[in-house]
């Protein structure tokens, strides 16, 4: 079945530093892979997604590219805000699935 | 545009009574329905989702229900909650597009459980 790894947190960084979450997964086929974000207290929103391999997600300064030879998707933020701060979740989904299948979820905490 | 209603936000409750959670979603039609769990300090875990007016699939079995009365309607409910239960339970939709999920969910602000 499909699954995904992320690396376990909780992460602590300073302003402006450099993050990456890393996140790898198995399926089948070609799966979708995405990255959402929950900021306390509220429930996850979308904040990237790649539909095949090569592709690049971004969005608000995040990037994160689907690699098949690895099957990985790791996150990345060249210089992070205290408002970064929230837990982040990678996920996959497979064509002609309703379900996304979710990782564990990193927390990261950025200090000023 | 399309929003998603979940209630209430925050709900305590004691071990052996009944609960309901509902959801809402505007602004679309024939959704996907899902219900989600997210235990303190773990992941999410899928409870129910549906793609259509009475149809509930359940993921884990559990002392958990959903139901569909309304094709924007979709309600989470048990008849005698245990200290288990406690965690953070999410609504979400996705649209349906020639059967297939797009994959990208839209999640109401959650409601808090906690069972004491």
């Known amino acids: 079945g499909n699954s995904v790894t992320q690396m376990e947190g909780p992460v602590t960084l300073s302003e402006e530093a450099f993050l990456t979450i890393n996140c790898t997964y198995t399926a089948t086929g070609y799966p979708s892979l995405f990255w959402y974000v929950q900021y306390p207290g509220e429930g996850l929103q979308l904040l990237l997604k790649?539909?095949?391999?090569?592709d690049k997600g971004s969005n608000k300064g995040f990037e994160a590219t689907y690699r098949k030879e690895t099957t990985s998707f790791h996150l990345e933020k060249g210089s992070v805000q205290v408002s970064d701060s929230a837990v982040y979740f990678c996920a996959l989904n497979q064509v002609n699935d309703y379900k996304l299948s979710f990782g564990a979820g990193t927390t990261v905490t950025v200090r000023a | 545009s399309q929003t998603i209603h979940q209630w209430p936000a925050t709900l305590v409750q004691p071990v052996g009574s009944p609960l309901s959670l509902e959801c809402t979603v505007e602004?679309?039609?024939?959704?996907?329905l899902y219900w989600y769990r997210q235990a303190a300090g773990r992941g999410l875990q899928l409870l129910f989702y549906?793609?259509?007016?009475?149809?509930i699939s359940s993921e884990v079995p559990q002392n958990l229900s959903a139901s569909r009365p309304q094709d924007r309607q979709f309600i989470l409910s048990s008849k005698k909650l245990l200290l288990s239960d406690s965690g953070f339970y999410l609504c979400a939709w996705s649209p349906r597009t020639s059967g297939t999920n797009t994959g990208e969910l839209f999640f109401g602000e959650g409601s808090r459980l906690t069972v004491l």
């Open positions: 790649a539909t095949k391999a090569d």
């Open positions: 602004g679309t039609s024939n959704p996907n």
């Open positions: 549906s793609v259509g007016i009475g149809q």
